[in-house]
């Protein structure tokens, strides 16, 4: 135990977070069992020490634990966990889930056996909490925690103090908004546009922070999401692995798309059942957002498949993706983190929690129509016309 006190200590005096995230004000930290889901790469374990550090400092009463650990290989969970509570812990914070092989069950019997142990695990987005999942599906809190937003990158890299700003607000005042942004908000002679242009290429994965090749990285770590997060986690024979790349490598290239199941059969050589598997096998690890009308759902066939994020299609492109590829897929990316998007059968291309229809555009050319629209290319907006960052703002 003494080891991972130490070890805990190194780790909290030592964590570098620069930027406070969104998510430490919205959970609910009263509750009892809480997971925090996120792709990789996008600050789960710096979460989960930066609220040892906010909350407990170095008091014996948090400890946060790694399922990388070789302890784990011999000893269970329920016995740390007994451990912990007889030494007077509270609160355990656990990394590296999917590594521990009863995690599931073994979370339960702690929720059952300890009712003054809080728990607050990180997991893989793959892994199922809620449906299929007895021993947890009616205890466990589940948060998300996304890649960096334009504000939260803002507040990163200029010291700012943006706040989160609501979809309802912004269209409703969005010109005032985005002027007391501009104004007041940011440093003088700020050039925002060319901000917002850097972050779709590089600011989405809090990692462009390291010294080291961002692009490079972001390889490796879509690499891990296919050969871990799917294949491990989901128990899928490493034989199919070549598939799954292959058929990623065909969506990096066309996206967005309509998909076209037949073609992607023959190309990859299998079924036009296992291509929708594993599309949505790419969607849960947060490589691909799938667009579906209102009321369709997986496993029917999604109308539009974006790349999950900006960030992978500069990464993964050959040669720069188009602007307006870009825009929608921003677009959807951000809205997505707190809203309900789908495809709409009107000329417009997205509908907002089935109330805002939207159009998307790369750049503002003076005539938008009578529709909500968002807009890249220009910074203060006017009647139904937003300026894409500001939508930004929205976590």
Not at 187 to 196: A, C, G, I, M, V
Not at 213 to 228: F, G, R
């Amino acid at each position: 135990m003494e080891a991972f006190y130490r070890t805990h200590i190194a780790l909290i005096d030592t964590v570098e977070s620069p930027v406070r995230r969104t998510l430490m004000d919205e959970i609910d930290w009263k509750d009892r069992l809480i997971a925090i889901k996120g792709s990789r790469g996008v600050g789960k374990t710096t979460f989960l020490l930066q609220y040892a550090k906010e909350h407990y400092g170095h008091s014996r009463k948090c400890l946060y634990i790694n399922f990388n650990n070789f302890y784990f290989t011999e000893h269970s969970l329920v016995e740390f966990a007994k451990q912990f509570v007889e030494q007077g812990g509270e609160t355990l914070l656990i990394d590296q889930t999917f590594k521990y092989e009863n995690w599931s069950a073994e979370l339960r019997q702690c929720y059952d056996l300890y009712p003054n142990l809080h728990i607050i695990f990180s997991c893989s987005p793959v892994m199922r909490l809620t449906e299929d999942n007895k021993d947890l599906q009616d205890i466990v809190k589940m948060y998300n925690l996304r890649g960096l937003s334009f504000r939260e990158y803002l507040n990163l890299h200029h010291g700012t103090q943006l706040k989160v700003i609501k979809l309802e607000d912004i269209i409703q005042n969005h010109a005032n908004i985005a002027q007391d942004i501009c104004e007041n908000h940011l440093p003088k002679d700020f050039q925002l546009l060319n901000e917002f242009s850097e972050y779709l290429h590089h600011g989405y994965y809090p990692f462009h922070l390291e010294k080291r090749n961002y692009y490079e990285n972001l390889l490796k770590t879509i690499n891990m999401m296919i050969e871990v997060d799917i294949l491990i986690i989901k128990q899928i024979d490493v034989s199919y692995l070549a598939k799954i790349r292959k058929l990623l490598h065909i969506l990096m290239q066309t996206a967005p798309c309509s998909p076209n199941v037949s073609k992607f059969s023959l190309a990859i050589d299998t079924s036009r059942a296992t291509i929708m598997n594993y599309i949505k096998y790419l969607k849960d690890a947060r490589l691909l957002n799938l667009l579906y009308r209102e009321g369709d759902v997986f496993p029917k066939k999604p109308t539009k498949i974006y790349m999950q994020n900006t960030n992978l299609m500069y990464a993964t492109a050959e040669g720069d993706p188009k602007p307006q590829d870009v825009a929608e897929t921003y677009f959807y990316n951000t809205l997505h983190a707190c809203h309900k998007i789908n495809a709409t059968d009107r000329n417009e291309l997205f509908v907002v929690d089935g109330r805002w229809n939207f159009n998307v555009f790369d750049h503002y050319d003076g005539n938008v129509g009578f529709h909500l629209t968002a807009c890249g290319g220009f910074t203060i907006g006017e009647g139904n016309k937003i300026p894409l960052w500001l939508l930004g703002f929205l976590y």
